[in-house]
């Protein structure tokens, strides 16, 4: 009995390694998606170029060595578009979900093809022959032409699209241009699925959006909430708090719209110094904590710190703001007040916590000399490896040519205007301070 079974185990395992195992299609590590968006009268124009690498379990017909057998591949395309594409693409017509499309072209492209650079050559090469059956052309080598066609009630609709393509490969990028009648091209990038985007958003629709991610990038950024944690540990009354946490909210909204309108340096150097001086800003907290802050000065230096971090916010709005559509200014306030809420659900939860921890657990000077410790620990790790990154760029001065004067000139401007409103305030405050005269008796 041991014998027999011993034979069969044997025989299957000279049958496995004969028969080969069957191939399968490893996941991509990067895929590049170009689209284009057209509505045209009663009919929406959808129009992809994907890697044919990215169909990974369609197994297409092949001739010879390996090359794709293009004389029987149609109805392989058609199928791959339908499971891979369409039935990952949702598209919404004034908020209503548009039927799936029809698949109006499937085409196989060279990776040398340069159609897809404007809508009407891609169009008319989607549309046109396609290539010959003698072609040689291997399957990894290959790009995918796709056009669907969608009905649509109007071409001035409002359109919102949901491209669920993150399954196609490790990272993958969607390119996309929506081009409205108007013909004033949006262009957009998303990074695996980016949720409903709407094309053309209300201004109440993009104040939302930017609302939620003001909230969540406050709360996503560990810098930004130690530097918050800094100015809380030696000031916890809210009285005191207003002043300081003001300036902070006033100072990196100007760097932040600022920036977002193009005024401020775009150079290679420039994100890797503004990440190093807010590590030198969470350093400088903690150490003023330690040796002891005043209320009266902490306000100023706050504020000087809030404009490094204002630049900061701004690095993580440049892939977001294509999703404001034509409401720039409305989606920065948005952003704006979404931070602001983030801080205020921060400070409820730290304050009583600090209060707690200082009334029960360890003296206030010294739970704030250990915890700013700690945060000055990690900050100056920060500073130094941001640093080292730094080190990297070499800085040029930049060339005196005009539009190089009017930033400089625009900034003057802006610092000119924050240099009297900051006289405006310390006057007030040393006229609060004066004591009060007395009034004079008859």
């Known amino acids: 009995m041991l014998k027999a079974l011993g034979k069969i185990l044997a025989a299957a395992a000279l049958i496995s390694a004969i028969v080969p195992p069957a191939a399968a299609h490893d996941i991509p590590t990067d895929i590049t998606i170009q689209a284009f968006f057209k509505p045209e009268g009663e009919r929406l124009h959808y129009l992809l170029r994907v890697p044919l690498k990215a169909m990974r379990e369609v197994e297409f017909p092949k001739r010879g060595p390996g090359f794709l057998d293009l004389a029987r591949i149609d109805e392989y395309l058609q199928d791959a578009a339908t499971q891979w594409i369409a039935q990952f693409t949702d598209i919404e017509e004034g908020g209503t979900r548009l039927p799936k499309?029809?698949?109006?072209?499937?085409?196989?492209?060279?990776?040398?093809?340069?159609?897809?650079?404007?809508?009407?050559?891609?169009?008319?090469?989607?549309?046109?022959?396609?290539?010959?059956?003698?072609?040689?052309?291997?399957?990894?080598?290959?790009?995918?032409?796709?056009?669907?066609?969608?009905?649509?009630?109007?071409d001035r609709s409002e359109f919102a699209i949901h491209p669920r393509?993150?399954?196609?490969?490790?990272?993958?990028?969607?390119?996309?241009?929506?081009?409205?009648?108007?013909?004033?091209?949006?262009?957009?990038?998303?990074?695996?699925?980016?949720?409903?985007?709407?094309?053309?958003?209300?201004?109440?629709?993009?104040?939302?959006?930017?609302?939620?991610?003001?909230?969540?990038?406050?709360?996503?950024?560990?810098?930004?909430?130690?530097?918050?944690?800094?100015?809380?540990?030696?000031?916890?009354?809210?009285?005191?708090?207003?002043?300081?946490?003001?300036?902070?909210?006033?100072?990196?909204?100007?760097?932040?719209?600022?920036?977002?309108?193009?005024l401020g340096p775009d150079a290679l150097w420039f994100p890797p110094l503004i990440e190093t001086l807010i590590a030198i800003s969470i350093l400088y907290m903690a150490l003023e904590n330690i040796v002891g802050s005043n209320i009266g000065r902490r306000w100023m230096i706050t504020f000087g710190f809030g404009l490094v971090?204002?630049?900061?916010?701004?690095?993580?709005?440049?892939?977001?703001?294509?999703?404001?559509?034509?409401?720039?200014?409305?989606?920065?306030?948005?952003?704006?007040?979404?931070?602001?809420?983030?801080?205020?659900?921060?400070?409820?939860?730290?304050?009583?916590?600090l209060e707690l921890l200082f009334r029960f657990g360890v003296a206030e000077r010294i739970g704030t000399i250990i915890l700013s410790t700690i945060i000055a620990h990690t900050a100056w790790h920060w500073m130094t490896e941001r640093a080292d990154k730094l080190r990297q760029y070499h800085f040029q001065w930049p060339e005196l040519t005009a539009t190089f004067m009017l930033t400089v000139i625009r900034w003057l401007i802006i610092a000119v205007v924050l240099a009297f409103f900051a006289w405006l305030v310390l006057l007030r405050r040393g006229r609060d301070t004066l004591p009060a005269e007395n009034p004079e008796i008859d």
């Open 101 to 154: 499309p029809e698949i109006a072209a499937a085409r196989v492209s060279l990776e040398s093809d340069k159609s897809f650079a404007a809508y009407e050559t891609a169009l008319d090469h989607v549309r046109g022959a396609r290539l010959p059956d003698n072609t040689e052309l291997y399957w990894e080598q290959a790009m995918f032409d796709v056009l669907m066609d969608y009905p649509i009630q109007s």
């Open 165 to 262: 393509y993150e399954r196609l490969g490790l990272r993958v990028v969607t390119a996309m241009r929506f081009i409205p009648p108007t013909g004033v091209v949006r262009a957009f990038e998303f990074l695996g699925d980016p949720g409903l985007v709407r094309l053309d958003p209300r201004w109440y629709q993009a104040a939302l959006r930017f609302v939620e991610m003001g909230f969540f990038h406050i709360l996503d950024g560990t810098d930004h909430l130690l530097f918050l944690f800094c100015l809380v540990i030696p000031f916890r009354r809210w009285r005191p708090l207003i002043a300081v946490v003001t300036s902070f909210t006033v100072a990196h909204s100007i760097t932040l719209i600022a920036s977002a309108f193009n």
């Open 309 to 353: 971090h204002g630049f900061g916010f701004s690095f993580a709005l440049r892939e977001t703001l294509q999703f404001a559509g034509s409401h720039l200014l409305t989606s920065l306030l948005s952003f704006n007040v979404g931070v602001e809420l983030g801080q205020l659900l921060v400070l409820v939860l730290l304050i009583p916590g």
